[in-house]
């Protein structure tokens, strides 16, 4: 069974400054995919970054980055230079195996993210 | 834009009366998903089709069924709705094969109201 942790239920940080939420995970795939997504008061999930267990490099994607420490089984998102749009929930999701396969994620408990001006 | 649709995006239904949630892609993806999201908690999958064939969770009720007469869409009914399934439905596509990843693509939710 795959699990996902995290560990704050919410944050507040001051604009312009950067953030890390965490998640933890565990799994007995050896292959597996992380996720992470925002989700704003109006409900929609937004796909933010993805991290593949085998990807010798941390993923980034313009503002988002993944710190990707598979010996410690986590996959924290950084967030650089907040936003007041980034006022949001954060969930880490993961899916086991990298391929084709058509499993569902598994989603953590979220972080409530506020940023403050 | 290709895009994941879902509507209604907000449905009232009374306490066991049946109600069916609908979802459709233009994205041509040959899987889509139904999470619940139940207030301030993380979404679950419900089932998921792979083309045709459907695919439920362990731990789905029996309350839930799911239909997909085509490609492009698929529907949610909930037979007898309690109290305890409101909620959002988050209607998920993804397109299997070789890549690497597959991002899954959400729509933008119908939330249910049961009274």
């Known amino acids: 069974a795959q699990k996902i942790t995290q560990t704050q239920p919410g944050m507040f940080v001051q604009e312009k400054e950067a953030v890390t939420l965490d998640c933890t995970y565990d799994t007995s795939d050896p292959s597996y995919g992380l996720f992470w997504y925002k989700q704003p008061s109006s409900g929609e999930m937004i796909f933010l970054i993805y991290?593949?267990?085998?990807?010798?490099q941390n993923a980034t994607e313009g503002r988002y980055s993944l710190n990707f420490q598979k010996a410690r089984k986590s996959a924290n998102l950084v967030i650089s230079a907040s936003q007041l749009g980034d006022s949001a929930m954060y969930f880490c999701a993961m899916r086991g195996g990298t391929g084709g396969g058509a499993d569902g994620l598994t989603f953590g408990k979220g972080t409530h993210l506020i940023i403050q001006p | 834009d290709a895009m994941v649709i879902q509507n209604p995006r907000y449905q009232v239904t009374q306490f066991g009366k049946p109600v069916t949630l609908s979802c459709s892609q233009t994205?041509?993806?040959?899987?889509m998903y139904w999470y619940q999201q139940k207030s301030s908690q993380a979404p679950k999958l419900l089932f998921h089709y792979y083309d045709k064939d459907f695919n439920n969770e362990a731990d789905t009720p029996d309350n839930f069924q799911s239909r997909r007469p085509n490609t492009s869409f698929c529907f949610l009914d909930i037979r007898s709705p309690g109290l305890g399934d409101a909620a959002m439905y988050l209607c998920?596509?993804?397109?299997?094969?070789?890549?690497?990843?597959?991002?899954?693509?959400f729509g933008p939710g119908t939330r249910l109201t049961v009274l």
């Open positions: 991290q593949g267990s085998y990807d010798q």
């Open positions: 998920a596509t993804r397109a299997s094969g070789p890549s690497s990843y597959n991002e899954q693509f």
């Open positions: 994205l041509n993806h040959n899987v």
